[in-house]
């Protein structure tokens, strides 16, 4: 799931926040480190990253895939560190914010470990892509509409002005919301419908159906993405909203 989404996304997330060489870097729910790896490589051995995450077992993943770079782990809640104030030019985190419980204190928090004019910057999904929202339409028909329902929560965000203003209510200043998008190119259905929902919270639901209620839930996702199948690819676009603030 990395290389095909979340890598492609930390890209894009890293280039625009330009990062530069020997600045200092958090990267919050940092999960198995792919934009912290990233994060490092632009700000170079003179520089400092450290990944964050509350989730002991992809903090052990991140060390294992990040081994032989100069990356600090930190497990941790995104809302109450313990580290200094003023430890880092940058603080972002890719597709964490949604999942904080508390986010007007992850808000300040992060506020609190930038160093003065720092700046921070989160990514979040807009909304459902054709593929989500296929996939959420015969999770519900084949599964359950209770399953479904905590599969589509992930996608059901915040608009831009509703982010904007929580940042800015937050203390930050030159708030802006900027709407990457990409197209995005995975496998046809068969193969990537398990390997995508074999990945989600709502995976035990998935696995628990017989062969042929599996294959029938895969069938109705195709047909639902045949029209987004490319040289036996199935490419469709998807977009994030990136929100930048400065100290």
Not at 95 to 119: C, N, S, T, V
Not at 128 to 148: F, G, L
Request: a negative charge; glycine letters at 8%; one cysteine or more.
């Amino acid at each position: 799931m990395v290389p095909l989404w979340f890598g492609r996304w930390a890209e894009a997330l890293v280039d625009l926040l330009s990062l530069q060489p020997s600045e200092r870097v958090l990267d919050v729910a940092c999960g198995t480190g792919v934009t912290t790896r990233l994060a490092k490589s632009k700000v170079g051995p003179d520089g400092r990253v450290d990944g964050l995450d509350i989730n002991a077992s992809m903090l052990a993943k991140a060390k294992e895939l990040a081994d032989g770079l100069d990356i600090g782990w930190i497990e941790s809640d995104a809302a109450n560190s313990g580290l200094p104030p003023g430890s880092y030019e940058v603080v972002m985190s890719q597709h964490g914010y949604h999942y904080f419980p508390d986010k007007p204190a992850a808000l300040k928090e992060f506020r609190r470990l930038l160093a003065p004019k720092g700046r921070m910057a989160f990514s979040i999904w807009v909304g459902h892509s054709p593929y989500t929202r296929a996939i959420c339409i015969a999770v519900a028909k084949h599964i359950s509409p209770e399953i479904a329902q905590k599969q589509r929560s992930q996608r059901e965000t915040p608009s831009a002005d509703d982010l904007a203003s929580q940042v800015d209510s937050a203390g930050f200043f030159d708030v802006a919301v900027h709407r990457q998008e990409l197209m995005i190119d995975v496998p046809l259905a068969p193969e990537f419908v398990p390997l995508h929902l074999g990945s989600m919270p709502i995976s035990g639901a998935f696995l628990a159906l017989s062969d042929v209620a599996k294959e029938r839930l895969i069938d109705d996702v195709a047909d639902a993405l045949s029209g987004y199948v490319q040289g036996g690819r199935i490419v469709y676009p998807d977009a994030v909203h990136v929100v930048i603030g400065f100290k």
